[in-house]
């Protein structure tokens, strides 16, 4: 019902940025709140950002406030995520996750790999 295709990751030299996309293709269903994940080599899986469909609330991990925007485009069934001032931690695949509450799941993209070089 819902299938959600990342990308936009790639290799960066640190500092430098890269934009995310996530596109939704959803039926009958809407999506109430997108978060991007990410994932490094031994860690477990990390919220990064999320947003909240009806109202764009977003939310942030602490450890990229100020660098990374989340944002959405609801014509285009697309979230962003635009990371900025990238550092070698930020290395990970990273996930979208779309919340579909009338369903009671979630679902996930395959993930894009966003390597940065130090």
């Known amino acids: 019902q819902v299938q959600l295709v990342e990308s936009g990751g790639g290799l960066v030299q640190a500092g430098g940025s890269l934009r995310l996309s996530c596109v939704a293709s959803?039926?009958?269903?809407?999506?109430?709140?997108t978060g991007w994940y990410r994932q490094a080599p031994g860690k477990s899986r990390e919220l990064v950002a999320h947003?909240?469909?009806?109202?764009?609330?977003?939310n942030y991990a602490d450890s990229v406030k100020g660098r990374f925007t989340i944002s959405r485009d609801n014509a285009k069934n697309t979230v962003y995520l635009q990371m900025n001032s990238l550092k070698p931690e930020d290395t990970a695949v990273y996930y979208c996750?779309?919340?579909?509450?009338?369903?009671?799941?979630?679902?996930w993209g395959q993930g894009t790999q966003v390597t940065v070089s130090s």
């Open positions: 996750n779309a919340e579909l509450h009338d369903l009671g799941r979630d679902y």
């Open positions: 959803v039926s009958k269903f809407s999506i109430d709140a």
């Open positions: 947003i909240i469909t009806s109202s764009a609330v977003t």
